[in-house]
């Protein structure tokens, strides 16, 4: 990429944004990363992003919410000062090998690329995250390490490494657009922008990517958001309940009383569904086998494994996977 000064500074002209949009992205993160954009220009009264859509061919884009976007071709040779890769479902089918040559060649002629959500992926497949830092949905954490082991993964909201930046989903390219905002404009404008959402612009970018909303939750009681902080951190290995108490300075009874008064639950049970929750998505995510699933989700054999996912989700991991979800 160009070696000029980083996009996440003060500066007076307008951002060239191109937004490549993959099939089947998440609206959500699309609007993410495109919202912000418009709201900073109609704050400030002035153009400090302009931006186009592209995707691989040109033409209508489908997004998960079920409508279409339309989109130009991306080439060789858009305009553009910075890329951002907003990708959902269906990766490994849509990085063509013409798709990631693109990538490759169009690097070097930009000044900053972000991957969002399922982004980090293509940007990983065209090896422009090689010996770089890098984040990518908490789903796909794990996954994500093992295919690439040249990447130092990391389960930040978003990691800026360099010219390359990547976010873990809609929320968190959210924080890092009004970020990229802060650098550029001044913390007043970020604000508005984000007072224009009713977003409370609290999360760092070193802030850990959470399965269940363990920061909220922490406001109306912190011990309870520790808890499931930990217990999101072993889901591989998972901790008795009275380690987890002991760990936050309570009782394993105070601790279950906690979860009965705020979780309707058990926090036995609540960690199990946790787990089981995560085990789900590999079945019908990945190609791990199911013995591996069971491993990478705490479950010391297959037999244990089988009868909770059965329980729990009403039918057999095995089923499940050839449902297809």
């Known amino acids: 990429m160009k070696r000029e000064r980083s996009i996440f500074a003060p500066e007076p002209g307008t951002l060239r944004v191109a937004v490549l949009v993959l099939a089947e992205s998440n609206a959500l993160s ?18 400090l992003f302009a931006w186009r859509y592209y995707s691989a ?7 998960t919410a079920g409508f279409e976007i339309a989109t ?41 690329i972000i991957g969002v959500d399922g982004g980090p992926w293509f940007l990983a497949r065209a090896g422009l995250l090689d010996a770089r830092a890098a984040t990518v949905h908490w789903e796909d954490l794990e996954s994500f390490a093992d295919h690439f082991p040249a990447i130092d993964v990391r389960r930040d ?8 930046i990547t976010t873990g989903g809609a929320a968190t390219c959210l924080d890092m657009m009004l970020e990229l905002i802060r650098t550029r404009a001044g913390s007043e404008l970020a604000l508005r922008v984000a007072g224009a959402f009713l977003y409370e612009p609290v999360h ?45 300075g309570l009782s394993q009874r105070r601790l279950e009383m906690l979860f009965a008064e705020r979780m309707e639950t058990s926090p036995g049970r609540f960690f199990l569904d946790l787990r089981l929750d995560e085990a789900r998505r590999m079945v019908t995510d990945t190609r791990l086998s199911l013995q591996e699933v069971a491993l990478r989700t705490g479950f010391s054999s297959q037999v244990s494994f089988a009868r909770a996912f059965r329980a729990r989700f009403g039918s057999p991991a095995s089923v499940l996977r050839r449902r297809g979800g």
């Open 72 to 112: 130009d071709a991306l080439t060789d040779r858009i305009e553009a000062d910075l890329l951002i890769i907003v990708a959902g479902f269906r990766l490994a089918e849509q990085a063509t090998p013409v798709l990631l040559t693109r990538l490759r060649r169009l690097a070097p002629r930009l000044r900053a």
């Open 57 to 63: 061919s040109g033409g209508a884009v489908p997004l």
């Open 204 to 248: 760092a970018a070193t802030v850990p990517q959470q399965v269940v909303s363990a920061a909220r939750l922490a406001k109306g009681d912190p011990a309870l958001g520790q808890a499931i902080a930990i217990m999101e951190s072993a889901i591989e290995t998972p901790l008795p309940i009275a380690t987890i108490a002991r760990r936050i």
């Open 157 to 164: 909201r978003y990691v800026i490494s360099g010219p390359v």
């Open 30 to 47: 699309l609007a993410a990363a495109v919202d912000p954009m418009r709201a900073a220009n109609r704050q400030s009264g002035r153009p």
